[in-house]
């Protein structure tokens, strides 16, 4: 990051960066606090009192449950935080950011490759380390099926917004005719267009082939929504967009039939959602509830919950993650700074669908960061994939480039108006 470009930063570049020093601030503040022999605002958490009345000697109390643990699990907020601005500063230059983004997507063509090839050759191991969980699903590198399932469909999102781009590139300029795109395609079909179809269904493989139902309809829905505004301005209005959503929302579930039948047979077993996430949130709202201004120390939900684990679900093994990441990060971090990190998520949301009015040509970039954000955030109100540095640091370095297109687009927009 010290030799990004800076020249070409613009005044909206720099308040996105304030934004982001402002929550840096906040997070800062909960860090003094939890970390401090003398904080400044906070209350000691009373488990210690507690715990030196039980052992009979005074032990040097803390806002964290667990001492010095929010320092120790600081280095992937710290990863994200980097990648972000990274992807701001590299992605001022609309040239660098495209490329970024194919950087991406051919990324996720390597890591889907092999881990169709291991899954069909080698499924008992992942790289060179003994698989322990998920036997018979594809996760290539990741250990999880689902946080597999994310990656693989942000990878999909990427290819198909690339896909779209090729094919609108493909296609006579002006209005478009729907009835004789797929003959125009079919005789007049580019290579690149070709490319980006294969690496689409590539991924998409990949990500049928994990079993994860959140994550695979998660990405299915963004996938559609991210079509509807590519094609937003060429669509036909009223009775005609709706059309068109539901033609969309059709083929996804037909794909999904053909290429995901083993997920539909999940669905069918075991439904949308299970007893024991349910329960687990409602400890986790047990958890907040008791330390709801500064939380029990990042990183410290697993020596938290127990003390608040329900009896309505299967009480063997250990629940070291809330499986919803607001949930858990205002469980860790309190509501206050939760409230700042979901105001900066929706503001930055806000910004790269404002960047993408009226533009075409720079559309990509905030476009695939939109739609991968959008399954980011949704997949982990379910899970904990945003909390999963392989993912995050890739959906976070999306997310500055996308946002350092779309304050372009934005400024470029008003000086032509």
């Known amino acids: ?116 090839l291991a899954l069909e050759f080698d499924p008992n191991e992942i790289l060179w380390r003994e698989k322990t969980a998920y036997f018979g699903n594809l996760t290539s590198t990741f250990i999880n099926r689902n946080t597999a399932a994310a990656y693989f469909g942000s990878c999909s999102t990427v290819w198909l917004v690339l896909l779209l781009s090729a094919v609108r590139g493909s296609l006579p300029r002006g209005p478009i005719e729907w009835k004789k795109v797929p003959g125009h395609l079919l005789t007049n079909t580019r290579k690149r267009v070709i490319v980006r179809f294969v690496m689409l269904f590539v991924c998409l493989s990949a990500m049928f082939m994990t079993s994860s139902r959140g994550g695979t309809l998660v ?20 009775k005609g ?12 579930l037909l794909v999904l039939q053909i290429l995901g039948s083993n997920i539909g047979d999940r669905i069918d077993l075991e439904g949308l959602s299970d007893v024991g996430r349910l329960a687990a949130y409602r400890s986790t709202l047990g958890i907040i509830a008791d330390n709801p201004w500064f939380g029990t120390g990042l990183g410290t939900f697993a020596a938290a919950f127990p003390a608040y684990r329900s009896n309505a679900f299967y009480m063997g093994g250990v629940w070291d993650i809330a499986h ?59 899970d904990f994939s945003l909390q999963i540095a392989g993912y995050s640091i890739v959906v976070f370095a999306l997310l500055g480039l996308g946002l350092s297109q779309a304050v372009r687009g934005t400024v470029d927009e008003m000086s032509s108006t």
């Open 324 to 382: 919803n990441t607001p949930l858990e990060l205002a469980s860790e971090m309190g509501i206050p700074l939760a409230v700042v990190v979901a105001g900066a998520w929706i503001a930055a949301l806000v910004l790269l669908f404002l960047g993408l009015r009226g533009r075409r040509r720079s559309m990509v970039a905030p476009l695939a960061a939109l739609a991968v954000s959008l399954i980011a955030l949704l997949h982990s109100l379910v």
């Open 241 to 252: 967009l709706v059309v068109a959503a539901m033609g969309c929302i059709l083929t996804s």
């Open 219 to 238: 990405s299915l829905m963004v996938m559609v929504l991210t079509f509807l505004i590519y094609f937003g301005r060429d669509l036909p209005r009223g």
């Open 1 to 116: 990051m010290a030799f990004a470009p800076t020249r070409r930063l613009l005044a909206g570049h720099l308040l996105v960066l304030a934004v982001l020093a402002f929550v840096a601030l906040c997070f800062g503040l909960v860090l003094h606090e939890q970390l401090s022999a003398h904080p400044w605002v906070a209350s000691f958490n009373p488990i210690w009192a507690r715990a030196s009345e039980v052992l009979g000697r005074q032990l040097a109390p803390s806002v964290s449950i667990v001492r010095d643990e929010p320092l120790f699990a600081l280095g992937p907020s710290l990863a994200n935080t980097l990648a972000l601005v990274l992807g701001l500063l590299v992605g001022v230059d609309a040239d660098r950011a495209r490329r970024a983004v194919r950087v991406l997507a051919w990324a996720g063509v390597g890591y889907a490759v092999y881990g169709i």
